[in-house]
């Protein structure tokens, strides 16, 4: 009997690669999303996203906000604009806030701001190109600054993000929704920054800017930031960034060889990880 051989199926592109991850929020995809690309993942989350949509603060800013409209929104995260709504709609303020936020000129840092604001029913006036806050400053500065002004804050540190708008607003009036810090538990990060240090990582990926810093930080503790920032440069391990927003702060920490999808997107970096592998894979 004359057996037929079935398609011969390429091999997975990550296989043989062993990743780690920083992720908080959403890592159980993307470790999924490594798995089924082949890899092997190592994952040392090196933050927590703290909830503040119960916190007395944003219920009162909300409610400040209401009563006196502020000129300009500017939104630094969908995720956290979607959360301060939902929270106000839970406690009653939701309806008031949403029509003013309809009435007011919006301005989003990147496309899932923007996203989540047309979601919300809200127009986006004007968008950062590059999704950096600082195009955001220059374009509020470029137009004659503002007289009340409201930030949503993407959880790092609030005194950064408002400096900038102070300069040229009357009143900057600040929206924290979430706030990010270092995870009760480091014990998988420092596995991580020491996996790093040993070159037993093929790569390394970073979906928020604070997981870099936040992972720098712990090899500081350890003594190894050196040691950390060295071994990510492309070659020995290489790091991997979600966007634009992140790579910015990678580099600004000092590492270089980044690899970057050109959607800020999970899977479109696990994708722009695979084909950056597939070359490595063919040369051996």
Known sequence: MVRHAGPVSEPLPLAGWRVGVTADRRADAQLDVLRRRGADVLHGCTMKTLDLTRDVRLLEVSRGLVDQPPDTLVLETGMGLTMWLEAMDELGVGADLRSVLAGIEVIARGPKA????????????????????????????????????????????????????????????????????????????????????????????????????HLVEIAAAMGRRDELVAALDGDRVVPVSVGPVCSATMRVLGMSGLVEPERARLVAMVDALADHARPSDSAA
Not at 120 to 135: C, K, R, T, Y
């Open 114 to 213: 923007t996203s989540a604001a047309r979601r919300a029913g809200l127009e986006v006036a004007w968008s950062a190109p590059n999704e950096q806050f600082a195009e955001i400053a220059s374009h509020v500065a470029d137009t004659g600054g503002r007289r009340r002004i409201a930030l949503q804050l993407d959880g790092t540190d609030e005194e950064v993000l408002v400096a900038p708008l102070a300069a040229t607003c009357d009143e900057v009036v600040a929206v924290p929704v979430y706030r990010w810090s270092l995870p009760d538990d480091t014990g998988p990060a420092r596995m991580l920054v020491e996996a790093t240090c040993a070159e037993e990582l093929g790569a390394v990926t970073f979906t928020t800017k604070q997981a870099a810093v």
